[in-house]
């Protein structure tokens, strides 16, 4: 069995409640040695995010505001996010970027949070997990700004749906790349190119569940242990073995999430 990595989830979201073990469970069956349970506001990360990764040994988290909260959270610093980042179960920060999708949150309160959640990446050197959707021009030109103004950080372009150019840019500047289900739809096969382009060592794949569960569960309530479906897509289309795959995009985590210990065996 491959083993791998599920760098993007939301376990704690009411949808997993009644049955979280068995969720868990699951998931280490399919094969997964970590999971990474993303927190999508800063003010509910103590109550709902660490209790969860506290409670499993290969479970961990991040601390931050997804940009559809930004406006709702702007008295979160940049010193705050450092200091919660400190637990030891704390491996990353984010998720926060820019969604002009939705436009859920003012685009001046997205690119503030998204700035402070930079900041706070640069200064721990834990990874950035970045969400973009529909502003490629925007996440662009923030993340050339702040990497060539103040310095290089770590980060991760997560769930990428984007185009090619932003996914080039992130790798140009030091990125990695994580491909969701939506990567292994049918229609998607532009999108699978892009990932067969880039270079090996920089991609990630993730659930971002409860959503975009991958086939043959395309439609149903996404879990952990659905990754596996969506590396075997992706290593089809680019051409490699699965476990290879699998021990790649593996070895592609632990590299970018660095503070995350490494399974035994």
Do not use: W
Not at 33 to 57: C, G, N, Q, W
Not at 201 to 224: F, K
Request: hydrophobic share 40%.
């Amino acid at each position: 069995m491959p083993t791998l990595v599920d760098s993007h989830c939301h376990l704690d979201f009411d949808t997993f409640a009644p049955e979280l073990d068995a969720v868990v469970d699951r998931a280490r069956a399919a094969g997964l040695v970590r999971m990474v349970t993303i927190s999508t506001k800063v003010h509910l990360f103590a109550e709902r995010i660490l209790p969860i990764a506290e409670r499993y040994d290969d479970v961990f988290c991040s601390v931050g505001t997804h940009p559809h909260h930004a406006d709702k959270e702007l008295d979160v610093t940049a010193d705050d996010l450092v200091r919660l980042s400190d637990h030891e179960k704390v491996m990353a920060i984010g998720e926060a970027g820019l969604d002009y999708f939705y436009d859920n949150s003012p685009r001046e309160a997205q690119a503030e949070g998204f700035r402070r959640h930079i900041a706070a990446a640069r200064e721990t050197g834990l990874p950035l997990v970045i969400h973009s959707r529909d502003a490629d021009d925007d996440m662009a030109q923030i993340l050339t700004e702040e990497t060539e103004g103040k310095g290089a950080f770590p980060f991760v372009l997560h769930c990428f749906s984007s185009g090619r150019a932003l996914a080039e840019t992130g790798v140009a500047l030091g990125g990695y790349v994580s491909f969701s289900g939506i990567a292994a739809f049918k229609r998607s096969v532009e999108l699978r190119d892009i990932a067969r382009d880039l270079p090996r060592d920089r991609i990630l794949v993730e659930t971002d569940a409860p959503y975009l569960a991958p086939p043959p569960h395309r439609g149903q309530r996404n879990e952990p242990a659905y990754v596996a479906h969506t590396a075997a897509i992706l290593a089809d289309h680019l051409g490699d073995d699965a476990d290879t795959f699998a021990a790649q995009t593996t070895e592609n985590f632990y590299r970018l999430f660095a503070k995350v210990p490494r399974h035994d065996g």
